[in-house]
């Protein structure tokens, strides 16, 4: 079965400090990967996707993630981070093979950003 | 377009009475998914929908029905509702074929049983 993990389940940051938030799945296949990031109050919004090609990914306001096959590993990046990035992150994995399968999503890491 | 929309936005019910939860989308997506997003949980899958007429379970389809009669509606239903049922319900879509098959989701609906 597929799952996904994140390391992390609160970060807190000061502005302009850099991201790293770790994901990291589990699946027996070619897999499709994706992080969304939900806003306080809001749905959840696409930041970015692989599917295949470079493996660094570079989505919406400046976030980046790079797939590392071997690590079974998409974590998502960003410099320098502004309040206005405080938010809960999921990433999420479905397999590119397998027709229907919805995502897989992990539990999420909500950053704080404070001044 | 309008995308996924979700109806009510809220909703308080009490332990045992039923309702039901209305997901819309407008892009002709083949696909529909219900979740339910609780603290700490991430979002699971409680039922899904690969196309007009028919539906499959989750990860925690117990205590809810579904139904897809049109392909731009799917239904989430509760038929006795229960405290543990509280939650934040997302639908999403998204098309059969071509690209990553990202889903798209609706604005959620924050349901309360007490």
């Known amino acids: 079965a597929q799952s996904v993990s994140q390391h992390n389940h609160h970060v807190i940051l000061s502005e302009a400090a850099s991201l790293e938030l770790g994901c990291n799945y589990s699946?027996?296949?070619?897999?499709?990967l994706f992080w969304y990031v939900q806003y306080p109050g809001q749905h959840l919004q696409l930041l970015l996707k692989?599917?295949?090609?470079?493996?660094l990914v570079k989505g919406i306001k400046g976030f980046e993630a790079e797939f590392i096959k071997s690590k079974f590993s998409f974590n998502l990046r960003k410099p320098s981070v502004q309040w206005s990035d405080t938010a809960e992150y999921f990433c999420a994995v479905n397999g590119r093979n397998s027709g229907n399968t919805p995502l897989v999503f992990g539990k999420g890491t909500r950053l704080s950003v404070i001044a | 377009n309008a995308g996924v929309t979700q109806t009510p936005k809220f909703r308080v019910l009490k332990t045992g009475q039923s309702m039901t939860l209305l997901c819309a989308q407008d892009m002709n997506h083949e696909y529909m998914y219900w979740y339910r997003q609780d603290p700490g949980m991430g979002l699971r899958l409680i039922h899904y929908s690969v196309g007009e007429g028919t539906t499959a379970k989750g990860e925690v389809p117990d205590g809810y029905n579904v139904s897809r009669l049109k392909k731009q509606n799917f239904l989430l239903g509760l038929e006795s509702a229960a405290p543990s049922q509280t939650s934040v319900y997302f639908c999403a879509s998204r098309r059969l074929a071509g690209g990553p098959r990202e889903q798209f989701f609706g604005p959620g609906t924050r349901l309360t049983v007490l």
């Open positions: 692989y599917f295949s090609g470079d493996p």
């Open positions: 699946y027996g296949g070619t897999v499709n």
